[in-house]
Structure formats: C-alpha cells, structure tokens
C-alpha cells in the first residue's frame, strides 16, 4: 500500500508560479516511476509530466519549458515547479506513482491549482 498527499496548490495569478509537493508513505520501496496529471472541468486527466526513479523526465508538450519536475529519493517526495502560469494550466493535480513491476498504480487526492488572469 502506498499513499500519496500533495500540497502546494492554491490561487495565482497568470504569470506567477506556484510548486507542487507530493509525498509518499507506506510501501515506498514498490515505487518506480511518479508523475504529475490534471484535470480541468469537464476535461480527462491528462499528463502534465513524469520522472522515472533515475531521473529520466518528460512533460506534454504545452507545459515543456514552463513546468519543471524534480524528486527527492531521500524524502520520498516528488516536485513540480511550475513558472510562468497560464489560466489554461487551471485544473486539480493529481500525483501518480507506478510500482516496479507496472502493475499497480496509486493516485493522490488533488491539489486546486487557479489561475487568475
């Protein structure tokens, strides 16, 4: 069992910036890969960005030099810088981790991002 609490999220304006911070607990040892997805109202969850246990990163294409996401192996926390905010980054963050085998999945509940222009 893992579990996955972010925090960091809140209200900016456009422009800003704002860090997200994930943690994990629990079965940490199962995980390989974490990621950041959101989701905008009345729009599916996309990937915003991921980062394997090496550090081996990619990020969708619309926040690729904005956005920057980083790992702590030490604290067991997952990061995600973001600059340069735009109202349509607006959406609930999610932060995912995948086991080391890919055979499992854990999901956070959420941090509101708002941007306001």
């Known amino acids: 069992q893992v579990q996955l609490v972010e925090s960091g999220g809140g209200l900016v304006q456009a422009g800003g910036s704002l860090r997200l911070s994930c943690a994990a607990s629990g079965s940490i040892f199962r995980i390989n890969a974490m990621g950041w997805y959101r989701q905008a109202p009345g729009k599916q969850r996309e990937l915003v960005a991921t980062i394997t246990l090496g550090g081996s990163t990619n990020y969708a294409g619309s926040v690729k030099g904005r956005f920057t996401i980083s790992r702590d192996n030490a604290k067991n926390t997952v990061y995600l810088q973001m600059n340069s905010l735009k109202p349509e980054d607006a959406a609930v963050y999610y932060c995912?981790?995948?086991?080391?085998?890919?055979?499992?999945?854990?999901w956070g509940q959420g941090t509101q991002v708002t941007v306001s222009s």
């Open positions: 995912n981790a995948e086991s080391l085998s890919g055979s499992f999945q854990w």
